[in-house]
Nanobody, 118 residues
């Protein structure tokens, strides 16, 4: 069972990016999914979460600019990032709370770099 993230890149301030993260393997169900980020010299911080029923939560600095969503049929979570700012530059990690054949597991994706130029 693993998480595979994609979609990062370099974008100018004010631009948009869409991150994707797909869970694969022997998965019975997925509870909460989320996106975290870690900027150079800073601790990893939670950006947004989404429950299995679609309830969402965001940190204040991305509210109104970022949207988290999920496709339960594809075991995939997305992060649509609009109006990007240089302060959004970080490595973004996806996270999922899963039920697998071997029990509950909390997994992390490999991280995808987002760089916003001013």
């Amino acid at each position: 069972v693993q998480l595979q993230a994609s979609g990062g890149g370099l974008v100018q301030a004010g631009g948009s990016l869409r991150l994707s993260c797909a869970a694969s393997g022997s998965i019975f169900s997925i509870n909460n999914m989320g996106w975290y980020r870690q900027a150079p010299g800073k601790e990893r911080e939670l950006v947004a979460t989404i429950t299995s029923s679609g309830s969402t939560n965001y940190i204040d600095t991305v509210k109104g600019r970022f949207t988290i969503s999920r496709d339960n049929a594809k075991n995939t979570v997305y992060l649509q990032m609009n109006s990007l700012e240089p302060e959004d530059t970080a490595v973004y990690y996806c996270n999922a709370d899963l039920i697998t054949h071997s029990g509950r597991r909390v997994l992390w994706g490999q991280g995808t770099q987002v760089t916003v130029s001013s």
